[in-house]
């Protein structure tokens, strides 16, 4: 059984719960208030005697639940796919790569799989330059290295540990925190 949504001219099958009636022909339906019954009818070989009601404003109900669970799982996926998003950029535009940031974004590359990256995937994304991919080279050793619990050693003997991915996750959210500060007071004052 399919239901129709006129609106959007899709159709659909209901979510039912019990048994569902076995495939047939030369049957009887009729509908009652917000039931829909179906009687007998046969499958060539057999005759049905049996009776089925299906509630239609119980099957609108679970598919509208559905309906919005799918859709608070999609905002769920975008917000996380934004914060990926944002925190990719923030990762290449501190290497002096964020003209790449949308390309990493769209082949859904995150800030944790870029130790994975070998040369030949820099060149599919589209990091042709040598300085580029070296620049690339340089950012995820030494964050490999940061990770590791080593660092970078100064000129003036000092190590300095390279940003992680969490670290650049902060550094968004409180960047992001700060916009919204910032544009609250400017429409305060106008």
């Known amino acids: 059984m399919y239901f129709l949504d006129p609106e959007r001219l899709i159709f659909s099958q209901p979510a039912v719960n019990g048994a569902a009636?076995?495939?047939?022909?030369?049957?009887?339906?009729?509908?009652?208030?917000?039931?829909?019954?179906?009687?007998?009818g046969g499958d060539g070989?057999?005759?049905?005697?049996?009776?089925y009601v299906l509630s239609v404003s119980l099957v609108i109900k679970y598919q509208t639940e559905a309906?919005?669970?799918?859709?608070?799982n999609q905002r769920r996926i975008r917000a996380n796919s934004e914060k990926a998003s944002s925190e990719i950029s923030a990762v290449l535009?501190?290497?002096g790569l964020r003209k790449y940031a949308?390309?990493?974004?769209?082949?859904?590359?995150?800030?944790?799989?870029?130790?994975?990256?070998?040369?030949?995937?820099?060149?599919?994304l589209g990091v042709n330059t040598i300085g580029a991919r070296l620049q690339f080279k340089s950012y995820v050793k030494a964050l490999t290295a940061s990770e590791n619990g080593q660092?970078?050693?100064?000129?003036?003997?000092?190590?300095?540990?390279?940003?992680?991915?969490?670290?650049?996750a902060n550094l968004t959210s409180e960047i992001q925190s700060l916009r919204s500060a910032v544009h609250s007071l400017c429409e305060t004052l106008h």
């Open 21 to 40: 009636p076995a495939a047939r022909c030369a049957h009887s339906v009729t509908v009652w208030d917000d039931n829909l019954i179906i009687f007998g």
């Open 67 to 72: 309906l919005k669970k799918t859709k608070k």
């Open 93 to 95: 535009g501190s290497m």
């Open 45 to 51: 070989g057999r005759r049905f005697k049996d009776l």
């Open 102 to 124: 949308e390309t990493f974004v769209r082949e859904e590359i995150t800030v944790e799989m870029l130790p994975l990256l070998t040369e030949e995937h820099l060149v599919q």
């Open 151 to 168: 660092g970078t050693k100064l000129q003036n003997g000092t190590t300095q540990s390279p940003p992680t991915a969490q670290n650049f």
